[in-house]
């Protein structure tokens, strides 16, 4: 019965490395949201996926692409995986349309390591 | 750029006391405000919400905001050591596409039997 899950839980690889996360939410919900946090535990949006639009954060490297088949479903891709991307990635999920209130639900959590 | 600056503590408390979480945020535009909850090794969990100016209350949590100082806060009545995490308040402004929420960098509590 959870709500939001991703995996894997650890992602442990080499630099240079393609790897992927995956998120499913069960709960309905129609935005999706990819977070990093670091090791400072400043947690950072990345993007934001509903059905009509994909927001991406500019800050974001172009390394990092999310790929969503369908609603309940939003991985993350990276390419050419770099030391600097060793962080926690949290998935998110919360119904749009609620105006200004939209509480987001967040998943365990991958910890990467980029050796 | 939207900001949400938090006193990055640690903040200690004895158990018992009253923990108060403060922070400040910088786009006039922000709607609503959340306080998330993070113990160690785990995700953030949804503690609190407030959207009007004053208090807003929920057992021992009170949320605190006050719009035109952008400033709002929580605190914690009766601290105990299951307290103990790292509180992130979290701010709701429209953003392209989508109401987006921007973290602080999250206040560290940390409750002392």
């Known amino acids: 019965d959870t709500a939001v899950s991703q995996t894997p839980k650890y992602l442990v690889t080499q630099m240079g490395n393609d790897k992927s996360i995956k998120c499913e939410q069960n709960l309905g919900h129609d935005t999706m949201y990819w977070y990093k946090q670091d090791s400072k535990k400043f947690l950072k949006i990345m993007f934001s996926y509903n059905n009509k639009e994909l927001i991406i954060n500019e800050t974001v490297p172009n390394r990092f692409s999310p790929k969503s088949p369908d609603k309940a479903h939003l991985n993350l891709h990276i390419n050419s995986l770099e030391l600097g991307d060793s962080a926690v990635y949290f998935c998110?999920?919360?119904?749009?349309?609620?105006?200004?209130?939209?509480?987001?639900?967040f998943g365990p959590g991958t910890r990467l390591t980029v050796l | 750029q939207k900001e949400v600056e938090q006193n990055s503590g640690p903040l200690s408390v004895p158990e018992g006391a009253i923990a108060s979480l403060n922070c400040t945020y910088s786009d006039r535009g922000s709607q609503s405000f959340f306080w998330y909850r993070q113990y160690s090794g785990k995700s953030p969990e949804l503690i609190m919400f407030i959207y009007s100016n004053g208090d807003k209350e929920d057992g021992r949590f009170t949320a605190q905001l006050n719009k035109a100082s952008q400033y709002v806060s929580l605190l914690i009545r009766d601290s105990q050591p299951s307290d103990s995490a790292t509180y992130l308040c979290?701010?709701?402004?429209?953003?392209?596409?989508?109401?987006?929420?921007?973290f602080g960098k999250g206040t560290k509590l940390s409750v002392i039997p």
């Open positions: 998110a999920s919360s119904q749009e349309g609620l105006a200004f209130y939209n509480e987001q639900f």
């Open positions: 979290a701010v709701n402004a429209p953003g392209a596409g989508s109401y987006q929420l921007t």
